[in-house]
């Protein structure tokens, strides 16, 4: 299935943190997504073929790659305190595929 | 026009009801309608999913019944379970381009013994 590194991070705000996912097996497209508490999960960005396949309201200090054995990184700068929240990745197989496999997230605190 | 409205916040039923969660649409372009399970700690699970192109789709005792013209979906859950309380999420999207699943607020529901 989808994993992802690591389960919990505390940082400070203004500082950077790098969360990592690997790809379920066989497939090639890698979506993060933001779920603060008590909501829903919003969409970041898409990756597909190492290529950004599509973005969400999301300023550009939330990047990504998509690395040539499907794993992914999500890169924030500048960390503000609402960046607190679970951060999922969700892969599946082509750009346009309908079911994507969510991973168990990584929960990001900022202080 | 990107939003999806889902009702109730929460909900608690006995078990053996038939908790019924409710999703509203706006953009009439969204042609993938699926509903995801979370337990806490833990990522999203995809339930079951539906098309615009059928009214009700069943997956043992998941059922969506889908009304375009109201452009609204719904979620039952028969003879529902202890093991069944979780957070539900409906979610849309389209098809073609980057699949970006737009969630509902989602639904806890609990199920009683």
């Known amino acids: 299935g989808v994993t992802q590194s690591p389960t919990h991070l505390i940082k400070t705000r203004g500082q950077q943190v790098t969360l990592r996912c690997s790809s379920q097996?066989?497939?090639?497209?890698v979506s993060w997504y933001q779920q603060a508490l008590g909501q829903g999960p919003q969409f970041i960005f898409q990756y597909y073929r190492e290529e950004e396949n599509g973005r969400g309201n999301f300023p550009p200090r939330f990047s990504g790659l998509q690395f040539p054995n499907d794993s992914s990184e999500l890169n924030v700068n500048a960390l503000e305190l609402d960046d607190s929240a679970l951060y999922l990745c969700?892969?599946?197989?082509?750009?346009?595929?309908?079911?994507?496999?969510f991973g168990p997230g990584t929960r990001l605190l900022v202080l | 026009q990107q939003q999806v409205k889902q009702s109730p916040q929460s909900l608690i039923v006995q078990k053996g009801g038939i908790p019924i969660i409710n999703c509203a649409y706006e953009n009439t372009a969204f042609d993938y309608f699926p509903w995801y399970q979370q337990f806490p700690g833990k990522g999203p699970a995809l339930l079951i999913a539906i098309r615009p192109d059928v009214s009700e789709k069943k997956e043992g005792r998941f059922t969506i019944s889908f009304n375009k013209s109201a452009k609204q979906f719904s979620l039952h859950i028969m003879d529902s379970q202890p093991g069944d309380s979780a957070t539900y999420f409906c979610?849309?999207?389209?098809?073609?381009?980057?699949?970006?699943?737009?969630f509902g607020q989602g639904t806890r529901l609990t199920i009683n013994p």
């Open positions: 097996s066989g497939h090639n497209t």
């Open positions: 979610a849309a999207s389209r098809i073609q381009g980057a699949q970006k699943l737009v």
């Open positions: 969700a892969s599946s197989f082509g750009g346009a595929s309908e079911t994507q496999y």
